[in-house]
């Protein structure tokens, strides 16, 4: 039976017999300085330390990390986690053991000596938590480990990864249904931020889950403005958007190609944003070091194909870009999650045009795979197609291909909702391109592409148009009341309604088995208007309508008045970075350092009040927050308060979202 629960804005007291006194509530409150879980949080932890299975759906930023990590501390042995992510697993780590807890991974990085030191911890019980990659548990000897040692749990990340439906499809993960039969007394945790209907079912059966429990989170992520733009010259089109919304910020460009990846990045670079490639063209070291300054540095810019993004854990990225479609929606939600995890205004920007339908369409058709795959391919782009040509509020698109319930008015942070586009019956227009088509191969044999048909409709005698006299087609300019720029998007939206179709490797058009209704009258063609420009944005100002989105947008504004410290916290914060050689976000979130600055804590009892300071981490950097403070007063701390007491009162405030995932 699966269970439903919204993750809120921000956290909420679960209430229940005990739940104050628990043992995982005074776990996160020792470990990752929270005073309260928030949406079904403490109900997952509590089946799973109770020895029960789930399956765990909550996107990106919603904390689906602590629903692991604390089984794995209160329940005995060590907690080992299944995750794809070999090259952040050092990052993990070391976010782990800045909070105290006692965390390892063995995996292709390490040479014969580290491996064998992180074996001997694990089989000493001197571990809380150990990270394989999925292709290690094919290894015998991974398995004569596990079984020398106390595993408390299992926790299989990104485990839509299991699933050929998915986006992401990892044949590794297809061996982890072992991990019951070896080890039926030790729960199983499967987690994964994005899975429809099905990708949800075949988790479940692949994975051998079959009493599991499920909990499905609200897929909303209402400060992310989701924003698709027509597409015209999209580098220019990307500068404008970063100059003009996110000068300074860090984020992801996504295009589809290698090529296309190594010319953007050189473009913003040309034109004074730092930006870097990534690709699995480049070798190894190159992509280490890239994702390595994307981690540790502000503002920097990586311009990548899907390869990069999973299991990032930059709380502050603040916008994804896709320059290029993507090929589905499962796709496109995950990627554009990387942006906003904590939980303030960030973008989903994407330009879309004739060209990304035709040239997914020719991907799919020229393939491999067989015709199911083919059909599977299909029916994802349709989704994501229809998305893009959506008239209506595009989160309530999203939400409701993941089987959840739209707000009936519209979300008020996406384009469609900000600038409601116009409609416009385009059925004669519609008919005037299938015509073409028809023309074209009833009395001539021929096909082209868009770029022909176009020229037909405008009566364009081009050097191709003369040369297959096309001028003498009866067709030939009755398309004039349209501009070149109105007719791509008539066969664009034709295509995204399969009233046309994609032929072959020149990628000509043709008509579908609908197309005949069309051109009989029989149907109509409701049309998105193309807008004369992108739609202006308002997303650093506005949020999601309602409230949740706006009290975050409070929160991100500090008075003047107080900048002056948070930015001299920064600059410690990023000092003892570098020293550690760990992301700053490993020091303190943003999120935290407001907090602290708002609340000016003069001791290192009140800084341990603070949202998001555990006991580990007040005891390494409690002075030098208080310093940092005192310097600003001209005053030095509270030397009576610097050693903790053990019966600190439980934080006032509400803690912040958690960002381990």
Not at 286 to 305: I, K, N, P
Not at 361 to 386: N, V
Not at 479 to 504: C, K, N, P, S, Y
Not at 521 to 548: N, T
Request: net charge negative.
């Amino acid at each position: 039976m699966g269970v439903t629960g919204g993750i809120s804005e921000m956290p909420q007291v679960t209430e229940g017999p005990g739940a104050a006194d628990s043992e995982a509530l005074a776990t996160l409150h020792r470990v990752f300085g929270y005073g309260a879980f928030r949406g079904e949080q403490q109900s997952i932890i509590e089946h799973v330390v109770a020895g029960g299975d789930a399956l765990v759906l909550m996107p990106t930023g919603g904390g689906k990390s602590l629903c692991y990590q604390i089984p794995a501390l209160v329940r005995p042995g060590t907690g080992v986690v299944i995750s794809p992510l070999i090259a952040l697993m050092q990052d993990q780590v070391d976010a782990l053991r800045a909070l105290g807890v006692r965390a390892g991974f063995i995996n292709s990085t390490q040479d014969f000596d580290e491996r064998r030191m992180v074996e001997a911890e694990f089989q000493a019980g001197e571990l809380d938590l150990l990270y394989l990659a999925p292709e290690r548990l094919r290894l015998d000897a991974t398995l004569d480990l596990l079984s020398r040692g106390k595993i408390s749990v299992f926790a299989i990340d990104e485990a839509h990864c299991v699933s050929q439906w998915g986006h992401d499809f990892r044949p590794d993960y297809l061996a982890l249904s072992l991990l019951g039969e070896r080890w039926p007394d030790v729960p199983r945790i499967a987690l994964t931020a994005t899975a429809t209907r099905a990708t949800h079912e075949e988790i479940t059966q692949r994975l051998n889950l079959p009493t599991a429990r499920h909990f499905v989170a609200s897929f909303d992520r209402p400060n992310i403005q989701y924003r698709i733009v027509p597409k015209a010259d999209p580098r220019k089109q990307l500068l404008s958007f970063l100059r003009e919304e996110h000068t300074g910020d860090a984020g992801i460009v996504y295009c589809l190609s290698r090529n296309s990846v190594e010319r953007t990045a050189e473009f913003l670079t040309a034109n004074g944003i730092q930006a870097v490639p990534y690709h699995a063209g480049l070798d190894a070291g190159t992509r280490a070091t890239h994702q390595s300054r994307f981690l540790r540095e502000d503002g920097l810019v990586v311009v990548a194909t899907i390869a990069f993004g999973m299991g990032i854990d930059k709380p502050d990225v603040r916008f994804v870009a896709h320059l290029d479609l993507p090929k589905s929606i499962e796709g496109y939600y995950q990627e554009t999650g990387r942006a906003g995890r904590d939980g303030l205004p960030s973008t989903a920007w994407m330009t879309y045009g004739l060209n990304d339908v035709i040239q997914q369409r020719k991907l799919i058709q020229s393939g491999d795979g067989d015709e199911a795959f083919r059909r599977r391919a299909a029916a994802h782009l349709d989704s994501m197609l229809a998305l893009c040509e959506t008239a209506q509020c595009r989160r309530g698109q999203l939400l409701a291909y993941f089987g959840q319930d739209p707000d009936a008015t519209g979300c008020g942070n996406c384009d469609t909702c900000l600038t409601p586009p116009e409609t416009w019956d385009g059925t004669i227009a519609a008919q005037k391109v299938l015509s073409t088509v028809v023309r074209l191969q009833r009395e001539r044999g021929q096909k082209f592409g868009a770029l022909q048909i176009v020229d037909i409709l405008l009566g364009k005698r081009t050097g191709k148009v003369i040369q297959f006299d096309h001028d003498q087609l009866s067709v030939f300019g009755i398309g004039q009341d349209l501009t070149e720029g109105e007719w791509r998007g008539v066969i664009r939206q034709l295509l995204a309604q399969g009233l046309l179709a994609v032929e072959g490797e020149y990628g000509t058009l043709a008509l579908t088995g609908t197309s005949g209704s069309v051109l009989r009258r029989e149907q109509e063609v409701p049309l998105r208007k193309e807008p004369k420009k992108p739609a202006a944005s308002r997303s650093r100002s506005a949020g999601a309508s309602g409230g949740a989105g706006k009290a975050k947008e409070a929160a991100a504004e500090l008075p003047g008045e107080l900048l002056p410290a948070f930015e001299a916290l920064r600059a410690w914060r990023a000092e003892q970075a570098r020293e550690q050689g760990v992301p700053a976000y490993v020091i303190f979130h943003d999120a935290t350092l407001r907090e602290i600055v708002a609340r000016r804590p003069g001791s290192v009892r009140e800084l341990g009040t603070v949202s998001g300071v555990g006991e580990k981490k007040l005891a390494t950097y409690g002075e030098g927050v208080l310093q940092v403070l005192a310097s600003l007063d001209g005053a030095a701390p509270d030397a009576a308060d610097d050693v903790p007491d053990a019966d600190w009162p439980e934080p006032a405030d509400e803690p912040e979202p958690d960002d381990w995932i």
